[in-house]
């Protein structure tokens, strides 16, 4: 569950990033997050993730509020999250093992679990030959699949996912889609910011538009 | 939510269990640090091996100080006054006198070296036995040798002593031995206070010089650090390797230290010797003891330790959200 009551969050710079903003995702939801390029989608998710935190106003996510949530607790909280980033993120002196490993390493996994899940992980994906490769050797839409398995590798409560699918062709894009909906089968509430009007329409979710850091429209699924 | 699992618990949470992750949390902590150091291999040794001149030069001036002071010691135990007494005071007189000032609180005993004593002693070693034979009367004094009382024995109560004792009718006069073995240990006293300043700034040096060597290698791992950081790592996730760096760093620097202080022991031990035989004395250079090692050892590893906590914990608290 993650409910935001009024929340601002404006950077460093002055500039209001989200403003007023009043949302509620049930727990178990798979939701999508759409707005023009600079419309706060990116911003929303670094709130719930707590890479940074709101200027003003309330984030609750899975009964914390966020504000209390300081020190090591940040830590542990996010280990429920697992996290897609629409720049990769990657370690690239890394191999692509090593790197959907890293949410196991850190929460302190025994090697033979973390083989496991990983293997599992990269399997979903397709990319279990490529295990150990290094992420520069990899097409952006590889290394965009390798964001993924790490992001659910840990099998995280709530999965946040930053333009997912920027790089694949319409194909891929369709069948990581249907990967993220197998999560959310399993329980896992899943955020997606996207770009892809077209193809998240035909998925059937909710839709939170923004606009210029406020709340467009909240469009419940249209039964075709 | 999943609600199998209770939020932010990881693998496992029973006690053994979490000891386990405890010692692998450790042992990769400590493989990725030495995996780092080996991927730099010259520069880390230059880091160790500035630690290490800077951890020798304040432990070796301790060394050097630490055995002054105890050939100094050795010749303090044989400060002594030696009373010169009048030609005309014969032996029964000199024992008197010396039953006399036994009873003084700063005089701790009383010898008495009669002229015919001195002039034997002066004949056996001298070698000139037989040309003494010639002499028809003994030139030498009879001469009480004080050994005054070291514990109340102030330098202002040393000359005091002397003042009383040369004064004195039978006497001639009085001389306090060595008394610039006194002055030297009083310097050596403002020198062993100078050593603890060079240390605490030498120490001040080991800790900005691991916390900058330690800044460095955070910076080149930051991308890392914060990837970490946002699948839950926590502090002492990121900090543990760094922490077994600095410890390397310290105790590596030590080690360097140790031998450098060796090496000194070593080539200063020839010219001790002779010195020794010159003056007749069974000194032997001391290097450091076992619990000087220790010490060594235990402030080399605790300054790694500490400049690199202090380095990692301040990117760290830079890092947190605001
Ligand atoms: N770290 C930052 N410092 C200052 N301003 C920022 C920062 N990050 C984002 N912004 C600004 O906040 C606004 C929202 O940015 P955000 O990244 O959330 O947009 P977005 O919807 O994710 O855009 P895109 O679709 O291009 O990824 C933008 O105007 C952006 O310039
Ligand atoms: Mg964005």
Known sequence: MIQFTDVYKRYASGKDALKKLNLFVEQGAMVFITGRSGAGKTTLLRLIALIERQTRGQIIVNSQNLERVKGNRISLFRRNLGFMFQDHRLLNDRTVFDNVALPMVVAGYSYQEIRKRVHASLDKVGLLSLEKSYPLALSGGEQQRVGIARAVVHRPALLLADEPTGNLDPALSWESMKLFEQFNQVGVTVLIASHDLEMIRRLRKPIITLKAGQLLTKNLPVEP | ?322
């Not at chain 2, 730099?40 to 301790?62: E, K, R």
């Not at chain 2, 006399?100 to 002066?122: F, G, P, R």
């Not at chain 2, 202090?310 to 890092?319: K, N």
């Open chain 2, 1 to 322: 939510m999943n609600v199998k699992r209770k939020p932010g618990t990881g693998p496992n949470n029973s006690l053994g269990r979490k000891f386990q992750v405890w010692i692998a949390q450790h042992a990769r902590a400590m493989l990725v640090s030495t995996g780092q150091l080996s991927k730099n291999p010259i520069g880390n040794i230059f880091s160790i091996a500035v630690i290490g001149i800077t951890l020798a030069l304040p432990a070796g001036l301790h060394l050097i100080i630490n055995n002054a002071t105890q050939i100094l010691e050795n010749w303090e135990g044989n400060v002594q006054v030696a009373i010169y007494l009048k030609p005309h005071v014969d032996e029964a007189q000199a024992r008197q006198l010396s039953q006399n000032l036994q009873a003084d609180s700063v005089i701790e005993n009383i010898t008495l070296i009669t002229k015919e004593q001195a002039l034997n002693e002066y004949k056996t070693l001298s070698g000139f036995a037989e040309a003494l034979e010639a002499l028809e009367e003994n030139p030498l004094p009879n001469v009480l040798i004080i050994r005054p009382n070291i514990n109340s024995l102030s330098s202002v109560a040393g000359s005091e002593l002397i003042h009383r004792l040369s004064n004195m009718e039978e006497v001639e006069s009085a001389q306090l031995d060595h008394q610039w073995v006194n002055r030297l240990i009083a310097i050596l006293d403002i020198l062993k206070r100078g050593v603890i300043i060079l240390t605490t700034l030498f120490s001040i040096a080991v800790l900005l010089i691991v916390g900058n060597t330690m800044r460095l290698s955070i910076f080149n791992k930051r991308t890392e650090i914060e990837i970490d950081k946002l699948f839950g790592a926590t502090n002492s996730f990121i900090q543990r390797p760094f922490l077994y760096t600095g410890l390397i760093y310290g105790a590596g620097g030590s080690l360097v230290a140790w031998c450098l202080l060796l090496l000194l022991t070593f080539i200063i031990q020839d010219p001790v010797n002779q010195l020794s035989i010159l003056y007749g004395s069974d000194f032997a250079i001391n290097g450091l003891n076992a619990k000087e090692v220790f010490a060594l050892f235990g402030i080399g590893s605790g300054l790694g330790l500490l400049g690199s906590w202090i380095a990692v914990g301040r990117h760290l608290s830079a890092t947190e959200p605001t």
